[in-house]
Nanobody, 123 residues
Framework: QVQLVESGGGLVQAGASLRLSCVAS????????MGWFRQAPGKEREFVAA????????YYADSVKGRFTISRDNAKNTVYLQMNNLKPEDTAVYCC????????????????WGQGTQVTVSS
């Protein structure tokens, strides 16, 4: 079964905002920290953000600090990535991921991940 499903990607102009959503299975969501990665063509997979199981702690890549916000709704088994002031360099496939801790996610030690949603930012 598909355990993590992302949505909310699209084509926008620089400066616009998007909110990505990731719906996880109850089993995965209730027992793990959650996060987001992105990968652009020809580039390495890049950590974007992570959030603790309770939602009390958040972590961000330097490239998105101040622009992106990760949050989770434990009642809906959903994690979000609010992306503001998007830039062309944010263009990538964004994938949701689950891991035991935010540090595990940052270290690419993942329990599960989704297939991704495309974000394209034009100049």
């Amino acid at each position: 079964q598909v355990q993590l499903v992302e949505s909310g990607g699209g084509l926008v102009q620089a400066g616009a905002s998007l909110r990505l959503s990731c719906v996880a299975s109850a089993r995965i969501f209730s027992t793990n920290a959650m996060g987001w990665f992105r990968q652009a063509p020809g580039k390495e997979r890049e950590f974007v953000a992570a959030i603790t199981r309770s939602g009390a702690g958040t972590y961000y890549a330097d490239s998105v600090k101040g622009r992106f916000t990760i949050s989770r709704d434990n009642a809906k088994n959903t994690v979000y990535l609010q992306m503001n002031n998007l830039k062309p360099e944010d263009t990538a496939v964004y994938c949701c991921a689950a891991g035991m801790t935010p540090n595990a996610i940052k270290s690419d030690l993942l329990v599960s991940w989704g297939q991704g949603t495309q974000v394209t930012v034009s100049s």
